[in-house]
């Protein structure tokens, strides 16, 4: 590949998009504004991070483990950058992301997590490939400034919002919009949705430590089947995050159900996770003015057609 020059972060990405949701808004009984990064590039939030650290690592191959989105976005941002990816997913990963990789570039390594987890075959790559710089999709300094540049366009928006929800899996998205927040001068809290099913960060949050699932979850949210929370990601979590929302499964699949019915918008079951929490606690957010990230929208057609159904 020949390499290219990199631009900056915020030449390289689209902004985010906007969507003022009256229907859901009266529904949800909440003041619903959607921060939605399905239409970013590759169809996730995971680009911003992405482009972040591929432009900033001197390494010319990157490898990775990743549900999808990130892995996509990676052979993408690598593929701008005339550098090399591997990522490592699990062979349960949807089709369509895992197609997507492959079309933007990347080399694919599928494993069966019951035999043996993502962050082994990606020690195992490592050592194959000692000169790979080893990123983590989530737990990596490049990641969370790279998010954080959503944090910054929420922040530079001329809205007053009570509180911003985001999904939580491995932690990556909350702690940069936290960052990006801050940074710009906002203090305005941020809240974290996870799969009940897959609560180690809301439990985290309560001990006051890491807690470590000892197997990945098979929630519907399948960017939130991380094992824990990143250590970088931690430390701004525990000190800024708001609380969590533990969000049932049937919640997430109502969420998908209602973003493309009354917002028209096709999010994949972890973006649905902002929806979800109004849904599990609306108290919590009766009335009160609601930034929702939606954090991108590639799913499996065949899934996403069986849970529209399953939820209606």
């Known amino acids: 590949m020949l390499r290219t020059t990199a631009h900056p972060l915020q030449d390289a990405v689209r902004r985010t998009t906007l969507i003022d949701a009256e229907r859901l808004s009266r529904t949800l009984n909440a003041r619903v504004t959607l921060v939605s990064e399905t239409f970013q590039h590759t169809g996730s939030f995971k680009f911003r991070a992405a ?29 701008l950058l005339g550098k090399s990816a591997i990522v490592v997913m699990p ?60 944090g910054t366009e929420i922040a530079g928006l001329d809205r007053e919002f009570d509180c911003v929800v985001a999904p939580v899996g491995g932690g990556g998205l909350s702690a940069g919009l936290i960052q990006g927040l801050r940074m710009a001068g906002s203090r305005v809290p941020v809240l974290g949705a996870e799969p009940l099913l897959a609560n180690d960060a809301s439990r985290s949050l309560q001990l006051g430590r890491v807690v470590a699932k000892a197997s990945e979850p098979q929630s519907l949210a399948d960017g939130a089947r991380t094992l824990s929370l990143g250590r970088r990601n931690w430390e701004i979590l525990r000190k800024e995050m708001a609380g969590i929302v533990e969000v049932p499964e049937t919640a997430i699949a109502e969420g998908l159900r209602l973003l493309f019915e009354l917002a028209n918008l096709k999010a994949e079951p972890t973006a649905a996770l902002s929806i979800g929490a109004l849904l599990a606690e609306p108290e919590r957010f009766r009335n009160r003015s609601v930034c929702c990230v939606i954090s991108g929208g590639n799913v499996d057609p065949g899934i996403y057609r069986s849970l529209l159904v399953r939820a209606g």
Request: with cysteine.
């Open 51 to 79: 482009y972040k650290l591929a432009s900033n690592v001197p390494q010319e191959l990157i490898v990775t483990a990743s549900s999808g989105n990130f892995g996509q976005a990676l052979a993408y941002a690598c593929s």
């Open 91 to 150: 062979a349960t990963a949807a089709a369509v992301k895992i197609e997507a990789v492959r079309d933007y570039g990347g080399s694919v390594e599928l494993v069966d997590v019951n035999t043996k987890s993502r962050a082994e075959r990606v020690a195992e790559l490592a050592e194959e490939f000692p000169q790979a710089y080893v990123a983590s999709a989530y737990d990596d300094p490049f990641v969370i400034e790279g998010n954080a540049s959503l």
